[in-house]
């Protein structure tokens, strides 16, 4: 099974600023998709961003961006000028390009402070 | 555009009683399904996926079973309820890209 390391169980950051949450994951594979996702206290899983393996151009959405680094098998969130709607559970996620499961993350839980 | 719809979204039921919770999709076709569990501030556990029709993959042995009857429906059945059965149960659908989650079913088995 493919693994994904979420280093930080929970964060905090006042609002306002920047904050970056960790992940890391293993694989031997070459062609694959990696995510964020975020769970607010409704429990309802929202896709943050998205990134293919296959692209050097890190995505952004917004305030979201990533830090991909394919080589070190890192895949960083940084979430700027945070609000207090961005506090959540946040999960990283795995998908081979050419597989059906997604592999998650424990999770990281991040709290903005007004 | 596509929804997914999960029902109910809430549950108390005692231990030993069967299970059903029940999962749609609209706006898409042949889409691959997806139940997970999620234990209170905890990571999710793959319960079950589903690639077409009757095609069902289990990912972890229990007392838990699925079955997709149609295209866009996917059900999660239990005969005999445990009181580790109770968490977060979440359905989900992709696209062949993303992964898109319905609202969830927060089952407590007393």
């Known amino acids: 099974a493919q693994t994904v390391t979420q280093s930080q169980p929970e964060m905090s950051v006042q609002e306002a600023e920047t904050v970056t949450l960790s992940c890391t994951y293993d694989?031997?594979?070459?062609?694959?998709?990696l995510f964020w996702y975020k769970q607010p206290p409704s429990r309802q899983m929202i896709l943050v961003i998205r990134?293919?393996?296959?692209?050097?151009q890190n995505a952004t959405e917004n305030r979201f961006s990533v830090n991909f680094q394919k080589a070190a098998k890192s895949f960083s969130l940084k979430i700027s000028d945070s609000q207090l709607g961005d506090t959540a559970m946040y999960f990283c996620?795995?998908?081979?390009?050419?597989?059906?499961?997604?592999?998650f993350g424990t999770g990281t839980s991040l709290t903005v402070i007004p | 555009s596509q929804t997914i719809h999960q029902w109910p979204a809430t549950l108390v039921q005692p231990v030993g009683s069967p299970l059903s919770l029940e999962c749609t999709v609209e706006?898409?076709?042949?889409?691959?399904l997806y139940w997970y569990r999620q234990a209170a501030g905890r990571g999710l556990q793959l319960l079950f996926y589903?690639?077409?029709?009757?095609?069902i993959s289990s990912e972890v042995p229990q007392n838990l079973s699925a079955s997709r009857p149609q295209d866009r429906q996917f059900i999660l059945s239990s005969k005999k309820l445990l009181l580790s059965d109770s968490g977060f149960y979440l359905c989900?659908?992709?696209?062949?890209?993303?992964?898109?989650f319905g609202p969830g079913t927060r089952l407590t088995v007393t």
């Open positions: 989900a659908w992709t696209n062949g890209y993303e992964q898109y």
């Open positions: 694989t031997s594979e070459s062609n694959y998709y």
């Open positions: 990134q293919e393996a296959y692209k050097q």
């Open positions: 996620a795995f998908r081979w390009s050419t597989g059906n499961q997604f592999y």
């Open positions: 706006g898409t076709s042949n889409p691959n």
């Open positions: 589903s690639v077409g029709i009757g095609q």
